[in-house]
């Protein structure tokens, strides 16, 4: 049975270096204060060079002298950001992330938002490279993925029902085309769900080992998360094609955009979940089903929304009354682009094929 003298070898220095910072820390103390200096002393024992995932009392540590010392934030954000940036070792890297991640999802929400602003205000980096000349390892991979990933989900909240949504700025989208109210969060919250599922996809748990249990642990939470961003996703998908006939040639221009790319993610998302099932060793993760949205249906709407400019233009509809010839998945009367809003689809994300029934039963109307 072979030795693991350089891993031992590794934990042994880790350690070394470990109470090195540690003791630095205690100096640091007679000039900043007591329990500036506990804060990077619990950050450093959260992120020691073993092997094993975040202790939770240091953690519940952390949280505690925080809230317990005003305009401690950016102190700890910086001590968290210095952690990352000068540590050669993937299990100090990752660890650190898991550290922020496990601060925005563990702390209340005046806590987010000062940890937010941290961020904003560059107190809060989740830089990782110093570990760009080893991109080939799968491990190494794993840890700017996930770096990439924490920095979409920092601009996400925890709302008071407990679940994630977007920070929103006035200046996410120009609202001159969209003037309900809305229309209007449909089309500026479903582009920041597809760019966070655009960062879960790219975790990829191919680069993750069945032992390696931090890597499983920070998996575990990244999809909880995007459980809960992919139902709220699911749900302006669907409302995004209820209101497509009542939109303006603009945005169902913008809307289609939205819909092609949801097709896409769709799939790569069923995916990702079917390899987390058997990859990632967590019994308590609720998979949702996802519905695929299919590239026929988005077709049709994209024949649709041509036929009907070009049918205005042209004053095609008022002289004939035609049908869109639209892969027969839609159907309209008189051209009337209102009566299409009335037209209803499928909650589950066109899962099922539309068919136009018509009836041959005689109706007799009263003068």
Not at 329 to 343: L, M, P, Q, R, V
Request: net charge neutral.
């Amino acid at each position: 049975m072979g030795v693991d003298i350089q891993g031992k070898l590794r934990i042994a220095l880790g350690a070394v270096k470990d109470h090195a910072s540690i003791g630095k820390a205690m100096i640091y103390s007679h000039h900043e204060g007591k329990d500036f200096s506990s804060i990077e002393v619990a950050v450093v024992r959260a992120t020691g060079h073993d092997s094993g995932p975040i202790d939770d009392k240091h953690m519940h540590e952390i949280l505690f002298l925080v809230s317990n010392s005003p305009g401690s934030i950016h102190f700890l954000a910086e001590r968290i950001s210095r952690r990352l940036g000068k540590t050669r070792d993937n299990l100090v890297a990752l660890k650190t992330l898991s550290l922020i991640h496990r601060l925005l999802r563990g702390g209340n929400r005046c806590f987010e938002q000062q940890l937010r602003n941290a961020h904003a205000s560059g107190h809060l980096q989740m830089s990782t490279r110093c570990f760009l000349r080893n991109i080939s390892d799968p491990s190494v991979s794993f840890i700017h993925k996930y770096a990439a990933y924490l920095e979409e989900r920092i601009g996400w909240v925890i709302n008071q029902a407990g679940k994630l949504e977007p920070v929103m700025s006035q200046g996410d989208l120009e609202s001159r085309c969209y003037d309900e109210k809305s229309i209007d969060m449909v089309f500026r919250k479903l582009p920041k769900c597809q760019v966070f599922i655009d960062r879960v996809l790219d975790c990829s748990p191919f680069n993750i080992s069945p032992l390696d249990n931090l890597a499983q642990a920070a998996m575990s939470n990244t999809l909880k998360e995007s459980f809960q961003v992919y139902k709220k996703y699911s749900e302006g998908v669907a409302a995004l094609v209820n209101m497509f006939f009542d939109l303006t040639r603009a945005a169902r221009d913008l809307a289609c955009q939205i819909l092609r790319r949801a097709s896409q993610q769709s799939q790569e998302l069923h995916n990702l979940f079917e390899n987390c099932k058997r990859i990632i060793e967590n019994k308590n993760l609720d998979y949702p089903v996802v519905q695929i949205v299919t590239m026929d249906h988005i077709m049709a709407l994209e024949q649709f929304s041509t036929y009907i400019a070009t049918s205005r233009s042209s004053s095609v509809l008022s002289k004939n009354g035609s049908t869109p010839p639209i892969l027969d998945c839609i159907t309209k009367s008189e051209g009337d682009e209102k009566d299409a809003g009335n037209f209803s689809w499928s909650p589950t994300l066109f899962s099922c094929t539309l068919e136009t029934k018509i009836s041959k039963v005689w109706v007799v109307f009263e003068d």
